[in-house]
């Protein structure tokens, strides 16, 4: 059996840094998001009784072995889950710049989640799917479900409490984000080595702890009154608490380049002559601008005149996993 399964990039607003458990992917803190329209992850994926392993092509060109074993890997828990027994042949194209902070990996997996589970012939639930998909990336699990989403931490050590659920439905506030582009060179520390450093090293994690629970009631009690400062206040405050960990980790790194931070001074002028704006960052040096629908053009201006301005693409509020004909 096969099936065709779309997801789309989410933005973190209330940021995911930590693991508690490396294996089951199981957060720290709880984390809340906004899924994009405009990056998306197109996977099929189609079990097959005479393949002999799996097969893994991205965007048109076979993985290599060690590409294929990562996804694999992911494929076998599906399989444990489902008892589907076959290996599969994945085929996924991937419109999201790669591991520059886009969040290429949420939908990824959610799309490989989606389809891999659709294509055993059983209809699994949402919240079924935003727990398969947080085992390949954890930031995924929230990419099930379009608007804003949390994804909850969970107490049980099995992880059996632990996924995403709606927070508000698409088209329930209408946002905008403006995701600067400033390179589409990968990131030398990706996020997973980078959480697994701070986490371990870095003596500001409990700090952020402590933070990141007061910021997320913030921003959850700021979407439910539609209270855009609130809102931009908080989500800008929250990223920078947590890029704010990775200078304490050891060896210290950083995301941001000299570009990210020009992006970010730009966002504040413009927010001191009266156009709001609030700037987020995920790991990585590409930024989010997050505005109203009314000062979107302003401030796509602005920042089109910086220099370190590779591209800027416009997003609203995207739509959660759907399914495609084959």
């Not at 969040?103 to 891999?116: E, F, M, P």
């Not at 582009?181 to 371990?200: A, C, F, I, P």
């Not at 009314?294 to 609203?316: N, P, S």
Request: hydrophobic share 40%.
């Amino acid at each position: 059996m096969k099936a065709k399964a779309r997801a789309h990039t989410n933005i973190a607003l209330i940021k995911y840094w930590g693991k508690r458990d490396e294996a089951l992917f199981l957060p720290t803190n709880n984390s809340l998001s906004m899924t994009l329209d405009q990056f998306y992850t197109e996977t099929m994926v189609e079990f097959d009784s005479k393949l002999k392993s799996d097969q893994f092509i991205l965007d048109g060109m076979e993985m290599d072995q060690r590409e294929t074993e990562k996804v694999s890997l992911f494929m076998d828990k599906v399989r444990r889950y489902t008892g589907e027994s076959r290996y599969a042949l994945i085929d996924s194209v991937n419109h999201v710049p790669t591991a520059a902070g886009f969040a290429s990996s949420a939908s990824g997996y959610a799309a490989l989640a989606a389809a891999a589970m659709k294509a055993t012939g059983v209809n699994f639930s949402e919240k079924e799917l935003s727990k398969m998909a947080r085992q390949g990336s954890g930031s995924a699990s929230r990419s099930i479900y379009g608007g804003f989403v949390e994804w909850q931490k969970g107490e049980l050590a099995d992880g059996s409490d632990c996924y995403a659920v709606p927070v508000l439905e698409q088209g329930a506030w209408d946002l905008r984000v403006l995701s600067v582009e400033v390179t589409h060179e990968v990131k030398k520390v990706l996020s997973r080595e980078g959480m697994k450093r701070t986490v371990e090293t870095s003596p500001f994690f409990a700090g952020w702890l402590e933070a990141v629970a007061a910021d997320l009631v913030e921003a959850k009690a700021a979407i439910a009154e539609r209270d855009f400062t609130r809102l931009g206040e908080t989500l800008e405050r929250n990223a920078l608490r947590m890029h704010a960990t990775t200078l304490g980790a050891n060896p210290p790194f950083m995301y941001w380049q000299s570009s990210t931070v020009q992006v970010m001074e730009a966002v504040q002028v413009l927010r001191e002559s009266g156009v709001e704006a609030y700037f987020t960052i995920d790991a990585g040096p590409n930024v989010k601008v997050v505005c109203q629908p009314k000062d979107e053009e302003r401030i796509f201006a602005e920042l089109m005149k910086l220099a370190v301005v590779q591209q800027i693409y416009r997003c609203q509020v995207g739509p959660g996993v759907n399914y495609l004909e084959i």
